[in-house]
């Protein structure tokens, strides 16, 4: 079994603040599709690049995301990747936990950089 990388006090906090979050991205969401919506062009064409956007953004961690401790650590690199929160964001959480995720980040970035 894998050893846990963060502390019972990150879970209780990333679930505190985690609804502010999805908040905050849901409303820069609802501000791009008002754009789309006031944009030029036909409202049927308006209407089905909504339709596709919604259905997309559904899927994405900053609207909707299983909430188990197993998927901790992940879903917070979900959240960073999807530039739903930032680095600076974990402050207030344990140098455990900002260790794991920044470990993560790095052998990420050292994977796509491998690909060149």
Same mark, same amino acid.
């Given at each position: 079994?894998?050893?846990?990388?963060? /502390?019972?006090?990150?879970?209780?906090?990333?679930?505190?603040?985690?609804?502010?979050?999805?908040?905050?991205?849901?409303?820069?969401?609802? +501000?791009?599709?008002?754009? &789309?919506?006031?944009?030029?062009? !036909?409202?049927?064409?308006?209407?089905?690049? *909504? +339709?596709?956007?919604?259905?997309? +953004?559904?899927?994405?961690?900053?609207?909707? &995301?299983?909430? /188990?401790?197993?998927?901790?650590?992940?879903?917070?690199?979900?959240?960073?990747?999807? !530039?739903?929160?930032?680095?600076?964001? &974990?402050?207030?959480?344990? !140098?455990? &936990?900002?260790?794991?995720?920044?470990?993560? *980040?790095?052998?990420?970035?050292?994977?796509?950089?491998?690909? +060149?």
């Amino acid at each position: 079994m894998q050893e846990q990388r963060f /502390t019972k006090r990150d879970w209780a906090l990333f679930r505190s603040k985690i609804g502010s979050w999805q908040e905050a991205y849901i409303g820069r969401l609802c +501000d791009e599709y008002i754009e &789309l919506l006031s944009g030029d062009g !036909d409202p049927s064409e308006k209407f089905w690049q *909504l +339709d596709k956007r919604i259905r997309s +953004d559904k899927r994405n961690p900053g609207v909707q &995301l299983e909430m /188990t401790r197993t998927n901790f650590i992940y879903n917070i690199i979900a959240l960073i990747n999807n !530039d739903v929160i930032s680095i600076e964001d &974990l402050e207030d959480f344990s !140098d455990e &936990l900002k260790g794991t995720v920044n470990a993560f *980040l790095e052998r990420q970035n050292w994977n796509y950089s491998d690909e +060149d």
